[in-house]
């Protein structure tokens, strides 16, 4: 059995800059070291709830384990070019077969080919075709876990860009129809199996529309 982690540390870098306290000082006689932080829900190795885009939908804490954790078969998309588009094809070629109900994690290892503190990262990134977004929802899958900024709109947001839902295709195919979303995994070159045991269990947040997740793979077992 081997674990990866594949979790984005809450740290300050180009996109985010949680604001973190520590009081207490242990060397200075204090019974307690506490550390305190403050940072957005979607920020990081996070999971996104249907809240988050679809008005009225369910909030994080609906998001049941059974659909974080579980099954998952890795498609590896190592071989897809920087800042450009992944249609239903490249993800057939990856697909390495499984049942309906399993997590897909779409696996190009951008991490090791960017630095996620940089804003390359975010910018030069490949993304999904809407119709590679409908490709997935007919496999049927409780999440969608993603290493890269899925969404093409992502890069114009970080601009300041407005951009219409529907352009947000994962958002608007997979989210709005229950599919549930594991966004910014990192670490994914670590993995040499195609078939995995999948975390990424949510914090339980109520009335969130999203929360961070410790999110780690499990190699060796027989999922």
Not at 37 to 55: E, K, L, N, P, R
Request: net charge negative; charged share 20%.
């Amino acid at each position: 059995m081997r674990i990866v982690d594949l979790s984005m540390p809450l740290e300050s870098h180009f996109r985010w800059s949680p604001e973190v306290t520590v009081n207490g000082d242990l060397d200075k006689g204090d019974q307690f070291r506490v550390t305190r932080i403050s940072t957005t829900c979607h920020g990081f190795t996070h999971v996104d709830a249907q809240a988050h885009f679809v008005a009225g939908a369910p909030t994080i804490e609906a998001t049941g384990l059974d659909r974080v954790v579980g099954a998952c078969r890795v498609f590896d998309l190592s071989g897809v070019a920087d800042d450009a588009p992944i249609g239903p094809d490249a993800l057939e070629a990856a697909d390495p077969g499984g049942a309906e109900g399993e997590i897909l994690l779409l696996a190009t290892r951008w991490a090791a080919r960017r630095d996620y503190k940089t804003p390359e990262f975010w910018t030069q990134a490949p993304w999904l075709t809407r119709e590679a977004a409908e490709w997935l929802w007919t496999r049927r899958p409780t999440a969608v876990a993603f290493d890269f900024p899925q969404d093409y709109p992502i890069r114009l947001l970080l601009k300041g860009e407005s951009v219409p839902n529907a352009e947000h295709v994962t958002h608007d195919v997979l989210l709005r129809q229950g599919v549930t979303l594991i966004e910014y995994v990192v670490n994914t070159a670590e993995l040499r199996s195609s078939r995995v045991l999948l975390s990424a269990a949510p914090l339980l947040i109520p009335n969130a529309d999203g929360a961070p997740a410790r999110a780690y793979a499990i190699e060796g077992l027989n999922v």
